[in-house]
């Protein structure tokens, strides 16, 4: 049973390779370096979560930083290039988990833990055979099974399970409160941001937001029983791309390690000729990445996170359609 399940995921190594680009790019202008500035926390903000930060009794000393993000940074490299992927994504993410383990001890957590364990559980997928340095003679449009996409699937549906679950003991579900309308109150008047769309859902009717309420809910606790189908899944993920969107839209947050966590699973069949783009395309992102972000750090800059959600909305949305096109295809205009 649990066997064939994990067969059910299927992926061809060009999908994953594009995947993996992705990702190498991401993190290289958003999330490295990791945790640098930690030397100048005042040791008493030190409260360490469940990881490698309970062996210390205080922060790390600058060099162990340091070292970390260098083995974040080789391996990444080496990734990008198809180089020893496997290796190089077992010490990507244990690099980028021990980082996280520090930045996470002083209190606020991010939730990208999806993003840091990706490189581990996709070491052993293949995606490394294409758009890399790899060599010898490689099928990269034939769909085989994936396993480590089926894990992959699962450790995504247990993180948005457990966030639903959250909400759903915390009085989400409660009439008489609105929860959705009290976090981006709280955003606006404690953050001074006013992000687009939050003009035009302010003054909309209270039942609209207790909706929202039920939608959030409902919507991640449905990630866990989806995984068992692999079409449900990505019909999921799609729908959470956009939901994505909507709630940078309407929030200002951004969860665009989330959307470059669900490339892994879309099927890039229009992607045709990429033995040069898969060199020419990052490039081009880095370059106008670090002009954009010459007056101030990278992290600062939010232009790949919101390209990010846009594209991920984009593409969810195309997907839908192109299932709903399919479906009235084989059945014909009149069953619809």
Request: proline share 6%.
């Amino acid at each position: 049973m649990i066997d064939r399940w994990l067969l059910s995921y299927r992926a061809r190594p060009i999908d994953l390779a594009v995947c993996r680009i992705i990702y190498c790019v991401f993190v290289a202008v958003i999330y490295l370096p990791n945790g640098m500035w930690l030397a100048s926390i005042p040791e008493t903000a030190y409260h360490p979560k469940p990881g490698l930060a309970l062996f210390f009794t205080t922060f790390p000393p600058h060099n162990v930083i340091l070292g970390l993000n260098v083995v974040a940074s080789a391996s990444l490299a080496a990734l990008f290039a198809g180089f020893a992927t496997p290796a190089a994504g077992l010490a990507l993410s244990g690099s980028l988990v021990a980082l996280n383990s520090f930045v996470y001890s002083i209190g606020k957590i991010t939730h990208t833990i999806l993003l840091d364990i990706l490189p581990a559980v996709m070491a052993f997928s293949g995606w490394g055979r294409c758009l890399s340095i790899h060599r010898g003679r490689v099928a990269c449009d034939e769909a085989r099974p994936c396993w480590p996409l089926a894990i992959m699937a699962a450790a995504t549906g247990v993180a948005m399970f457990t966030a639903g679950w959250a909400k759903l003991t915390t009085g989400w579900l409660d009439p008489s409160q609105h929860q959705t309308l009290h976090y981006a109150m709280s955003n606006m008047i404690g953050t001074g941001a006013h992000p687009v769309a939050a003009g035009l859902v302010a003054h909309a009717p209270l039942w609209t937001w207790k909706c929202l309420d039920y939608i959030t809910v409902l919507f991640e606790l449905a990630f866990l029983p989806a995984i068992l189908s692999p079409l449900v899944f990505r019909v999921v993920l799609c729908v959470a791309a956009i939901f994505h969107l909507g709630v940078w839209l309407t929030f200002g947050i951004f969860f665009s390690h989330n959307v470059v966590v669900y490339s892994a699973f879309v099927r890039w069949r229009r992607v045709k000729d990429v033995r040069m783009s898969w060199l020419v395309l990052p490039a081009v992102v880095l370059v106008c990445g670090y002009v954009v972000t010459l007056d101030r750090p990278l992290a600062e800059n939010l232009w790949l996170n919101q390209a990010i959600l846009v594209a991920g909305a984009a593409i969810g949305v195309s997907y839908l359609a192109g299932i709903v096109l399919n479906r009235y295809r084989q059945s014909g205009p009149g069953s619809l």
